[in-house]
């Protein structure tokens, strides 16, 4: 039997999905005490031959998330559970993914150990940040690349259009490579050019400037491809910058994670993006339903063999 544990608090995420292909809902109560503390009791007995999918939001309120996630894992396994997938869609802490000046925690690896030891078999997640960072875990950390997600939405959404797709740093160079070969589209990766002193960032410098200039001339589409939305700026430099040398095509703007932090979309339209288009890893109003993550989990899964149960 396969069980699916939902989070109560994750209320954009399209958990039907997964009723479809024969997962029971494991009923489960959950509140906070006065002083803030969680509570976790399940309501249903536990089988310990049935396979265990638990799927917890990353944002926001990471640490809580976190603090739930265990609890859950520690009782399911406690309880007689065997089989325990946990996946965060969105991985907390994966930007701390390496000792940037001495002494500091190792958020991203900490995060993940903890997880792994509470009783999961693997975490299963979606677009993290640097996937390098957890190579360490071997296969019992997985990241989802969402390509084929955003490919079947230029598909499905913008057939007929001069596609060029952009990334606005280079770090996502290989991703949009995927992306644009599956998709048939041209791609071009931006570069940060940072202040060496403060390392604050100063302006967006197109990789290949040839390139470049026949994008402005020859698309009529940009899309700017971003794994995490976070206070928009990144994102927003490269738009401005390019309405700023003339563009006069859409520029859509997809993002995997979108935290959406203070004024972050009101800084993708003043810098001139026509549309924002998100997955529902994290809640957030620009969730579009041709790009819900769970279709990827459950291809990942039945690809793998992980859950032989899945129709
Ligand atoms: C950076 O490496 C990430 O891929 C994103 O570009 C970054 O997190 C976006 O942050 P913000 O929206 O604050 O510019």
Known sequence: ?????????????????????????????????????????????????????????????????IIRALFILETLKDLGARKIYLCLPYMPYSRQDKRFLPGEAISAQIIARTILDRGADIIITIDVHNEAAYHQLNNRFVNIRSTDLWCSYIRKNLPDRDICIISPDIGRKGFIKELGEKCNATTLSFMKVRDPHTGKILHHEPEDPDAYRDVLKNRDTIIIIDDIIATGGTVAGVARRI????????????????????????????????????????DNPFIHEDVCVGKLILNFLEKKGLLPYVK
Request: glycine share 8%.
């Open 1 to 65: 039997m396969l069980y699916l544990v939902k989070d109560p608090l994750y209320r954009s995420f399209r958990y039907d999905i997964f009723l479809k292909y024969g997962f029971t809902i494991l009923k489960m109560e959950h509140k906070f005490f006065p002083d803030g503390e969680t509570y976790i009791r399940f309501l249903d007995d536990i089988d310990p031959e049935g396979y265990y999918l638990v799927i917890i939001r990353g944002y926001p309120e990471q640490d809580r998330n």
């Open 243 to 282: 309405r700023r040398d003339g563009f006069q095509g859409k520029i859509y703007t997809f993002f995997t994670h979108g935290l959406f932090l203070g004024n972050a979309y009101d800084k993708l339209m003043y810098a001139g993006v026509d549309h924002v288009i998100c997955t529902d890893t994290v």
